[in-house]
């Protein structure tokens, strides 16, 4: 199956045995994490006056600041000087805490809304729209990490030689990133489900930055995977799904992307 393929493919970066063992310490080591993310940001918040709807964008700034600057800036000083396992370095000093920052972003705001107001179910209606939101966000998610397998998620492939292609299988035919999309989707419809203002709030933060994580990230894939991923954002939508007739030029998409390089003989996209 591809996702036993995948996880073997992280396990080789780590430098890991691969067995159920070390996929249950990864498993593990991620979620507590994850799990002390959430509980800091939430402790910064109830010992200063920071709200945690105002917590929550500030982490985001930093979060895709990393994303977009610091990671990609790492990443190549790490692929100019590797070592036996350049992933696994690169994991251990930032890829980790990277993802499980990410991930209690979208935790945090049903978090903070079970500490505000406990256990209490909103309206039937409301309630209808959580358990919708968060479904249909799961079912992204799950299919998402199918089609584009374990070891793409966690960025290994950006550290491994001739194995970086776009993906365009799956849901990814339709739009390009389905995994931010569907995290987003999960925190509001949890945020929701606990019936806190405060955790609506925060999950609405969540959604509103899909739009910049989705720039940044297609700057970085156009580092990565060049005209290839070019043309992939010609044809497929990034946070809302777009019909393949809405294609732009190359030039254009890099330029979207933030960066103004010229194409040599890529100057438009023919329409299919």
Same mark, same amino acid.
């Given at each position: 199956?591809?996702?036993?393929?995948?996880?073997?493919e992280?396990?080789?970066a780590?430098?890991?045995?691969?067995?159920?063992?070390?996929?249950?310490?990864?498993?593990?080591?991620?979620a507590?994490?994850?799990?002390?993310? $959430?509980?800091?940001?939430?402790a #910064?918040? *109830?010992?200063?006056?920071?709200?945690?709807?105002?917590?929550?964008?500030?982490?985001w #700034?930093a979060?895709?600041?990393w994303?977009?600057?610091?990671?990609p800036?790492?990443?190549?000083?790490?692929?100019? &000087?590797?070592?036996?396992?350049?992933? /696994? =370095?690169?994991?251990?000093? *930032?890829?980790?805490l990277g993802?499980?920052?990410?991930?209690?972003?979208?935790?945090?705001?049903a978090?903070?809304?079970?500490?505000?107001?406990?256990?209490?179910?909103?309206?039937?209606?409301a309630?209808?729209?959580?358990?919708?939101?968060?479904?249909?966000?799961?079912?992204?998610?799950?299919?998402?990490?199918?089609?584009?397998?374990?070891s793409?998620?966690?960025? $290994?492939?950006?550290?491994?030689l001739?194995?970086?292609? #776009?993906?365009?299988a799956?849901?990814? =035919?339709?739009?390009?990133? %389905? +995994?931010?999309?569907?995290? !987003?989707?999960? &925190? +509001?419809?949890?945020?929701?489900?606990?019936?806190?203002? #405060? !955790?609506?709030e925060?999950?609405? $933060?969540n959604?509103?930055?899909?739009?910049?994580?989705? /720039?940044?990230e297609?700057r970085?894939?156009?580092?990565?995977?060049?005209? *290839?991923?070019?043309?992939? &954002?010609?044809? $497929?939508?990034?946070?809302? %799904?777009? =019909?393949?007739?809405?294609?732009?030029?190359?030039?254009?998409?890099?330029?979207?992307?933030?960066s103004t390089? %010229?194409?040599?003989? /890529?100057?438009?996209?023919?329409?299919?």
């Amino acid at each position: 199956m591809k996702v036993i393929d995948t996880v073997t493919e992280l396990f080789e970066a780590l430098g890991w045995r691969t067995g159920a063992a070390r996929y249950l310490r990864l498993v593990a080591l991620i979620a507590a994490t994850t799990g002390a993310c $959430v509980a800091a940001a939430l402790a #910064v918040a *109830e010992a200063t006056s920071i709200s945690v709807v105002l917590l929550q964008a500030l982490i985001w #700034v930093a979060w895709l600041f990393w994303l977009g600057v610091v990671f990609p800036r790492n990443r190549r000083r790490d692929m100019a &000087s590797p070592g036996a396992y350049p992933y /696994r =370095r690169a994991f251990f000093r *930032e890829i980790l805490l990277g993802i499980s920052v990410a991930f209690s972003q979208f935790l945090r705001p049903a978090a903070a809304g079970l500490l505000e107001g406990g256990i209490s179910l909103p309206p039937a209606s409301a309630l209808l729209i959580g358990v919708s939101l968060l479904a249909g966000g799961a079912a992204m998610i799950a299919v998402g990490v199918s089609a584009l397998g374990v070891s793409r998620t966690l960025f $290994v492939h950006e550290y491994v030689l001739g194995r970086r292609e #776009v993906v365009r299988a799956g849901i990814y =035919r339709f739009v390009r990133h %389905p +995994l931010f999309i569907g995290g !987003a989707l999960v &925190s +509001l419809g949890l945020a929701i489900c606990t019936g806190a203002a #405060v !955790a609506i709030e925060a999950g609405l $933060v969540n959604a509103l930055a899909c739009p910049l994580y989705a /720039r940044l990230e297609d700057r970085r894939c156009i580092a990565i995977l060049g005209d *290839e991923y070019l043309d992939y &954002s010609a044809d $497929v939508g990034g946070v809302v %799904p777009r =019909r393949r007739s809405a294609i732009r030029p190359a030039a254009q998409l890099r330029h979207a992307a933030g960066s103004t390089e %010229p194409i040599a003989g /890529r100057a438009q996209v023919s329409k299919r």
